[in-house]
């Protein structure tokens, strides 16, 4: 099995750990490597896999996969310039940061080390995300395959041209953030409309559920969907007036815009 190293413990890293664990990814081929030594200990206690240095975990691994924050993957860098990086396994780094370009991994190791970089998101924790990964300069149809099986055991995976990552980390990387505000802010309304917090909560949760389930199965546009739930002059349609009225569609494309010129900026070179 692919032996698998995840350098930086955090939410995301977690998430594919998880994601991969229940997909039946073997511990003993998963190590983190985590800087915060209690964070670490949790880990390895929760997954039972291994939590050990930068240097050691990737040392040995197939794939590296980066999950620290774009300002501290340089400095990981640093620690895996300390390691053989062995080209008779086949490594493979793999970024999950956001916005720093393959090119800037490629630019601190060996000539022609292969980067894949992939812009996943957090429903991967329940085997639901979905990833968007694009090719680095070395990188063969083979290891962009390989980090499909690994990023295909928690979810969806499609491929695209790098220069597209950055509007795919606004869509779907920061993506279930804004579901979850949707979720937050229609509790709050129904517990505004007199429902107690557990059945407000509970019918949004089943109706986010359902009609995810609806867009991903019946065929249907969102589009129609949404229509075939707006009955002529009746609630929907006074509910839907109010969100256009409120600047719905124009706060989602200034916040993508934003999202995706962010992304951009965190992968600007540092001075
Ligand atoms: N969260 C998300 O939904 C998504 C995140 N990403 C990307 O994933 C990356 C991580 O994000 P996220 O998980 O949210 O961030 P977190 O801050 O939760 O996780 C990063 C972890 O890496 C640790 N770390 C930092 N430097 C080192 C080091 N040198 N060695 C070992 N561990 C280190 C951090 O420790 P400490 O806290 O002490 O700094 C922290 O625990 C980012 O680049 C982000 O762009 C991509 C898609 C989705
Ligand atoms: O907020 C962020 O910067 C990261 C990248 C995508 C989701 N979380």
Redesign the pocket.
Known sequence: MTRIAV???????E?LIAGLAKAGHAAKDLVV????PP?AQELAGRYGIRATT?ADAADGAHVVVI????A??D??MV?LGKVDLDGDLEQLIVS????IPTARFESKLPAGFPVVRV????PMLVGEGVSAIAAGRYATAEHLDTVRGILGAVGQVVTVPEAQLDAV?AVS?SG?AYVFLVAEAMIESGVGLGLTRATATELVVQTLVGSSAMLAESGSTANELRADVTSPGGTTAAAIRELERGGLRTAFNEALLAARDRSAA?GAAPE
Request: glycine letters at 18%.
């Open positions: 350098i930086g413990g955090g939410r995301i890293g998430a490597a985590e800087q915060y964070r930068v999950a620290v924050k774009p501290d993957v400095a990981v620690e999950l940061a956001a916005g812009m996943p998101n957090t980390t990387g279930p965190l």
